[in-house]
T-cell receptor, first 112, second 114 residues
Framework: KQEVTQIPAALSVPEGENLVLNCSFT??????LQWFRQDPGKGLTSLLL?????REQTSGRLNASLDKSSGRSTLYIAASQPGDSATYLC???????????FGKGTKLTVNP | NAGVTQTPKFQVLKTGQSMTLQCAQD?????MYWYRQDPGMGLRLIYY???????DKGEVPNGYNVSRLNKREFSLRLESAAPSQTSVYFC?????????????FGAGSRLTVL
């Protein structure tokens, strides 16, 4: 059974700092991995999707990497801003399945 | 605006009451999902529908039923609500694009069962 873990559960940083969020998964036979952002009381917004054949994806100040063999992904946020404060979740999709398995998320607070 | 619409946004039920959560998407997506989100548990898949006319159980289907009414709509029904079903419920949809499966989520429905 696939398990997805995100460490740390919470992170607080000063504005302007570069930071890395971590995601690990137990079964490397994934189809893709997706990073989401969730604001309090809101739904999830997809940030980046990395196919199993890819090593990284970039969007603006965000860069997500994938090391499938070691079961790890990182989300790098450059020059963090207070508006980046949210919970970040990663999710993996197994090959041959429509289902996503989510981690419990990392709650990020960027202090002005 | 295009997206996933869920109703109601909030609902309070008494134990044993029934209700249906409605979900509709206008993006012509094939797949639709129902998740629940609980503190400390993350998001867990209840049911999903890979295409119109098909539904499959997810991780936590007990106590729920679903209906894929048409391509746009996917409803979740609680026949006899229990306090353990107090949660925030999210509907999502996706289409396959170049083999990807990007999910679009609704804003959520907060359900309290007393």
């Amino acid at each position: 059974k696939q398990e997805v873990t995100q460490i740390p559960a919470a992170l607080s940083v000063p504005e302007g700092e570069n930071l890395v969020l971590n995601c690990s998964f137990t079964d490397s036979a994934i189809y893709n991995l997706q990073w989401f952002r969730q604001d309090p009381g809101k739904g999830l917004t997809s940030l980046l999707l990395i196919q199993s054949s890819q090593r990284e994806q970039t969007s603006g100040r965000l860069n997500a990497s994938l090391d499938k063999s070691s079961g790890r992904s990182t989300l790098y946020i450059a020059a963090s801003q207070p508006g980046d404060s949210a919970t970040y979740l990663c999710a993996v999709r197994q090959g041959g399945s429509e289902k996503l398995v989510f981690g419990k998320g990392t709650k990020l607070t960027v202090n002005p | 605006n295009a997206g996933v619409t869920q109703t109601p946004k909030f609902q309070v039920l008494k134990t044993g009451q029934s209700m249906t959560l409605q979900c509709a998407q206008d993006m012509n997506h094939n797949s639709m999902y129902w998740y629940r989100q609980d503190p400390g548990m993350g998001l867990r898949l209840i049911y999903y529908s890979a295409s119109e006319g098909t539904t499959d159980k997810g991780e936590v289907p007990n106590g729920y039923n679903v209906s894929r009414l048409n391509k746009r709509e996917f409803s979740l029904r609680l026949e006899s609500a229990a306090p353990s079903q107090t949660s925030v419920y999210f509907c999502a949809s996706s289409k396959r694009t170049d083999g990807a499966n990007v999910l679009t989520f609704g804003a959520g429905s907060r359900l309290t069962v007393l």
